[in-house]
């Protein structure tokens, strides 16, 4: 055999071992790098947890607060009464943003005086907007620890914030701001979808 043919079959033998090494290779970082990534995937867990929630309202009663959980925190939902809505104006001259100016409160269709899509349901995340504690609901008119003006709203226990049945909060408390109003949208009139908008701006 000359030198020119062992040359040449070394080329062809090297060739092949480089390709063959190249495939292996491809196979070991695919076999690698796909655990890899569908582990950056959210589990089913992490995406119920962010999942919109569902609620049938129909049974609610006037002035009665049902409360769900969405992405761990609690939403409630008010069914108010035609006394808590006449009441709502009154509050204004008593509260930091009667108008509800700060836009992160709330989505723009939530940006009007009841706060709500239907003025009748308010849809609110209960956490104070102080320090995240979670306020209780008090509706009752004129109870002797809140003081004759109080229409109805939440107290916070933690630190003293108030906020009316509109979840906006009073002036002269550590909240800074109202309550916030998440997304959600009416699938129907008995079923509210919160955690969506339902496309409407």
């Given at each position: 055999?000359?030198?020119?043919?062992?040359?040449?079959?070394?080329?062809?033998?090297?060739?092949?071992?480089?390709?063959?090494?190249?495939?292996?290779?491809?196979?070991?970082?695919?076999?690698?790098?796909?655990?890899?990534?569908?582990?950056?995937?959210?589990?089913?867990?992490?995406?119920?947890?962010?999942a919109p929630v569902?609620?049938?309202?129909?049974?609610?009663?006037?002035?009665?607060?049902?409360?769900?959980?969405?992405?761990?925190?609690?939403?409630?939902?008010?069914?108010?009464?035609?006394?808590?809505i006449t009441n709502?104006?009154?509050?204004?001259?008593?509260?930091?943003?009667?108008?509800?100016?700060?836009?992160?409160?709330?989505?723009?269709?939530?940006?009007?005086?009841?706060?709500?899509?239907?003025?009748?349901?308010?849809?609110?995340?209960?956490?104070?907007?102080?320090?995240?504690?979670?306020?209780?609901?008090?509706?009752?008119?004129?109870?002797?620890?809140?003081?004759?003006?109080?229409?109805?709203?939440?107290?916070?226990?933690?630190?003293?914030?108030?906020?009316?049945?509109?979840?906006?909060?009073?002036?002269?408390?550590?909240?800074?701001?109202?309550?916030?109003?998440?997304?959600?949208?009416?699938?129907?009139?008995?079923?509210?979808?919160?955690?969506?908008?339902?496309?409407?701006?």
């Amino acid at each position: 055999m000359s030198d020119s043919d062992s040359n040449t079959v070394d080329v062809k033998r090297r060739r092949m071992l480089i390709a063959g090494t190249a495939v292996v290779g491809a196979v070991g970082t695919i076999g690698f790098a796909a655990p890899l990534a569908i582990s950056w995937l959210p589990s089913a867990r992490a995406k119920a947890a962010g999942a919109p929630v569902e609620v049938n309202i129909s049974k609610i009663e006037p002035g009665q607060l049902v409360r769900v959980i969405w992405r761990g925190k609690p939403i409630w939902l008010v069914s108010r009464t035609d006394e808590m809505i006449t009441n709502l104006p009154s509050n204004d001259a008593n509260l930091r943003d009667p108008t509800s100016s700060v836009e992160t409160q709330q989505p723009a269709y939530a940006k009007n005086p009841s706060r709500a899509r239907k003025t009748e349901m308010l849809v609110l995340i209960g956490i104070c907007t102080h320090l995240g504690c979670s306020p209780t609901y008090r509706p009752e008119l004129a109870p002797a620890d809140l003081g004759a003006d109080w229409k109805g709203g939440w107290y916070c226990p933690c630190h003293g914030s108030r906020f009316d049945l509109a979840g906006r909060v009073f002036k002269n408390v550590p909240a800074p701001t109202n309550l916030v109003v998440p997304p959600h949208f009416y699938k129907s009139d008995d079923v509210i979808l919160i955690g969506e908008d339902g496309g409407a701006t």
